[in-house]
C-alpha cells in the first residue's frame, strides 16, 4: 500500500476510534456525581477510585491513541479498560428482556471497538504521530 495513504488512514482511523474514549471521559469528568451514581447501580466497587481511573483510561488513553504518543500502549491501555466495562455494563445475558437487545448491541459494538484498538497494537501509530513511525512503542 502507499505509504502516504496508509499513513492517512492509520491517522484517520486513530482520531475515530478514539473519539469515543475522548468524549466518553469528558463527559465524565462534566457529569462526575451521576457517572458515580450509575456506576454504583451498576455494582461497581470502590467507585471514588474506579471512576478516577476509568477518566484516566478513557480521556488520557483516548488522546494518547489519537495524538499518536505511545499508540500501541494506550490502545492495550483500551482494550483492558473496555473489556470488563463491556461485560459489566453491557451484559445482555442477564438483562431485563426489553433491554436485552440494546444492551446486546452495545456489547458487539464494544467487541468490534477491541477489534479496532487491537489492530493499532499490530499496526502502530504510523508515521503521522508524535511517535513518528509505524513501529512506535
Do not use: C
Not at 56 to 62: C, H, R, T
Amino acid at each position: 500500500m502507499n505509504p502516504q495513504l496508509q499513513n492517512t488512514l492509520l491517522l484517520a482511523g486513530r482520531i475515530l476510534l478514539s473519539l469515543v474514549f475522548i468524549l466518553s471521559g469528558f463527559d465524565k469528568i462534566m457529569h462526575f456525581g451521576g457517572t458515580a451514581a450509575y456506576m454504583t447501580g451498576g455494582g461497581v466497587p470502590f467507585v471514588t477510585v474506579m471512576l478516577p481511573l476509568a477518566i484516566v483510561f478513557e480521556f488520557g488513553g483516548g488522546l494518547a491513541l489519537a495524538l499518536g504518543w505511545r499508540a500501541r500502549w494506550a490502545a492495550l491501555a483500551l482494550v483492558l479498560f473496555t473489556i470488563p466495562a463491556t461485560l459489566i455494563f453491557h451484559a445482555f445475558w442477564a438483562a431485563p428482556a426489553a433491554q436485552a437487545g440494546m444492551q446486546q448491541l452495545q456489547f458487539m459494538k464494544n467487541l468490534a471497538i477491541i477489534g479496532g484498538l487491537l489492530g493499532f497494537i499490530i499496526a502502530g501509530s504510523g508515521a503521522w504521530a508524535l511517535d513518528r513511525g509505524a513501529n512506535a512503542k
